[in-house]
């Protein structure tokens, strides 16, 4: 298939003042976000009352694949910004990742409220029901799950294109990589099964807890309002889906500013996502927050000690 077809497919955005300014913020929240998660993943590892326990596993599974993801997208943002196209084979091996880290999210968030679900309403088996192994297990179910769903369309891309298309450049883009109108359906038809079970799950989980809390206390409240903040950030995640309709709504409402929507499109739908968890647990949660301060202490007092002369 002739790359031509795709050369009008997009247009060079302008790089106007406001456009740079908006870029330099995207980059200064992907740098804060990458530098709370590291900080968290040390943290995890470091103290094992966190690596074994299924609840934080669940949780830095969720800042890892946070990571890779918001890697991926900034730099396929920074990619495309600068350059505009790229090899179609990197663009394929780059989506593929952002797709299986993209799908993994809502699942893992079904697992963590499932999880403070059993801890709060079945507290008694929660330790029988939640083992270390078994939410490994889970973990690499959601992996699984998330990897046989994009596959298929990997194969279809490699059974109807031509050894030459892979050569060639295009504006990075799934939609427009995996543009056959049976990948589309697909796409469509498997996102809206993945967001209508996470939700369903959301949403007996949360009013599960929502009743147990009238007779249980803060411990059933507060692991309702986390619950409330997963929901919180499925509806961020579900802008990776329904974010391009929303762009191509706006464009076509204020052409004038592409190049601004462009990267608000990405600050909803690949930042905002990622800073939600860090949140959630960095700083809602004691144990682990208590952790992270101690870490920071430490750390500037070595700096500090290194400095000082002797």
């Known amino acids: 298939m002739n790359s031509s077809k795709y050369s009008n497919i997009t247009q060079t955005p302008a790089r106007d003042t406001s456009a740079v300014a908006m870029t330099v913020i995207v980059v200064a929240l992907y740098f804060s976000i990458n530098y709370i998660n590291s900080i968290l993943v040390h943290t995890f590892f470091k103290h094992e009352i966190f690596t074994e326990n299924p609840r934080y596993i669940l949780f830095i599974h969720m800042v890892l694949n946070d990571l890779i993801q918001l890697n991926i997208a900034v730099l396929l943002y920074m990619i495309t910004y600068i350059f505009f196209k790229m090899n179609v084979s990197l663009c394929c091996f780059l989506l593929m990742i952002a797709v299986f880290t993209t799908l993994n999210?809502?699942?893992?968030?079904?697992?963590?409220?499932?999880?403070?679900?059993?801890?709060?309403?079945?507290?008694?088996?929660?330790?029988?029901?939640?083992?270390?192994?078994?939410?490994?297990?889970?973990?690499?179910?959601?992996?699984?799950l998330s990897i046989t769903t994009i596959l298929p369309d990997l194969f279809i891309l490699l059974?109807?294109?031509?050894?030459?298309?892979?050569?060639?450049?295009?504006?990075?883009?799934?939609?427009?990589?995996?543009?056959?109108?049976?990948l589309v359906e697909?796409?469509?038809?498997?996102?809206?099964?993945?967001?209508?079970?996470?939700?369903?799950?959301?949403?007996?989980?949360?009013?599960?807890?929502?009743?147990?809390?009238?007779?249980?206390?803060?411990?059933?409240?507060?692991?309702?309002?986390?619950?409330?903040?997963?929901?919180?950030?499925?509806?961020?995640?579900?802008?990776?889906?329904?974010?391009?309709?929303?762009?191509?709504?706006?464009?076509?409402?204020?052409p004038m500013f592409v190049s601004e929507l462009r990267i608000i499109h990405y600050l909803f739908v690949y930042i905002l996502p990622r800073f939600i968890s860090p949140i959630v647990y960095g700083l809602r949660d004691q144990m682990l927050c208590a952790y992270m301060k101690k870490h920071l202490l430490c750390t500037a007092?070595?700096?500090?000690?290194?400095?000082?002369?002797?």
Request: hydrophobic content about 45%.
């Open 105 to 144: 999210t809502p699942l893992n968030l079904a697992g963590m409220a499932v999880e403070r679900y059993i801890a709060i309403c079945n507290p008694l088996r929660h330790t029988q029901i939640c083992t270390v192994r078994r939410t490994y297990i889970l973990i690499g179910l959601i992996w699984v």
């Open 159 to 182: 059974a109807t294109e031509p050894l030459s298309f892979f050569y060639s450049t295009i504006s990075c883009h799934q939609d427009i990589l995996f543009h056959h109108p049976y």
């Open 186 to 254: 697909k796409k469509n038809t498997s996102y809206l099964v993945y967001f209508s079970f996470v939700w369903l799950t959301l949403f007996y989980t949360y009013f599960r807890i929502m009743f147990a809390a009238k007779a249980s206390g803060a411990d059933a409240r507060k692991a309702r309002n986390t619950i409330l903040l997963h929901a919180l950030q499925l509806v961020l995640c579900m802008f990776t889906f329904t974010g391009p309709l929303l762009h191509n709504l706006f464009v076509s409402l204020f």
């Open 301 to 310: 007092l070595k700096e500090r000690s290194k400095t000082r002369p002797t």
